[in-house]
């Protein structure tokens, strides 16, 4: 069966970084896109960042410049480098899959066919 497991998440001040890591099992990895979602506590999941499957990123305006999204085709895992952590950045970090072949990323949350279960990011002022 698909599964996505995060890892990675934990407790830092403004300024500093954490990697996230999505580790995928029960299909093949590398022949699809993959994507980084959060939500806050009563907020919609939002997009965050996606890889494709030909190796084009793409991110939100509010984490371009310091989130870099990456996967490592050897270890089945995809990653989320985030540096320059605001406390706006604070929430519950998903990593998910999407099957369809699609040109550019996709944005939209219910696009995406498989989900991991989360991993909590949290920023203090």
């Known amino acids: 069966q698909v599964q996505l497991v995060e890892s990675g998440g934990g407790l830092v001040q403004a300024g500093g970084s954490l990697s996230a890591s999505c580790a995928v099992s029960?299909?093949?990895?590398?022949?699809?896109?993959m994507g980084w979602f959060r939500q806050a506590p009563g907020k919609e999941r939002e997009f965050v960042a996606a890889?494709?499957?030909?190796?084009?990123?793409d991110y939100s305006d509010s984490v371009k410049g310091r989130f870099t999204i990456s996967r490592d085709n050897a270890k089945n895992t995809v990653y989320l480098q985030m540096n320059s952590l605001k406390p706006d950045d604070t929430a519950v970090y998903y990593c998910?899959?999407?099957?369809?072949?699609?040109?550019?990323?996709?944005?939209?949350?219910?696009?995406?066919?498989?989900w991991g279960q989360g991993t909590q990011v949290t920023v203090s002022s």
């Open positions: 890889l494709h499957r030909s190796g084009y990123t």
């Open positions: 029960g299909r093949p990895f590398s022949s699809y896109t």
């Open positions: 998910a899959l999407d099957l369809n072949p699609t040109l550019l990323v996709r944005t939209i949350a219910s696009a995406y066919d498989y």
